[in-house]
């Protein structure tokens, strides 16, 4: 889901009157919702950002022949 998908549904949600329910989910459970989900794309891009920085680091010992190179 692209982020503007996600800020749409937030200020929709947003504009919902106190206590408003639609289908199943009353306004603050829908809220709630939101949050977990920000939460998630929040720890997925560390995620993604640990696992570039890893990648770079073996990267740089493979060029550099790593610790655990034969002529080491």
Do not use: C, N
């Not at 977990?36 to 997925?44: A, M, T």
């Not at 680091?57 to 550099?64: G, Q």
Request: charged share 30%; glycine share 10%.
């Amino acid at each position: 889901m692209k982020s503007w998908e996600l800020e749409t549904l937030r200020r929709s949600v947003a504009m919902l009157p106190p206590g408003h329910s639609a289908g199943p989910l009353t306004k603050e459970q829908a809220q709630a919702l939101l949050d977990e989900i920000y939460r998630g794309h929040d720890d997925l891009a560390r995620f993604r950002r640990a696992v570039g920085q890893l990648r770079q680091v073996l990267a740089e010992l493979d060029t550099a022949g790593g610790p655990f190179d034969e002529a080491g």
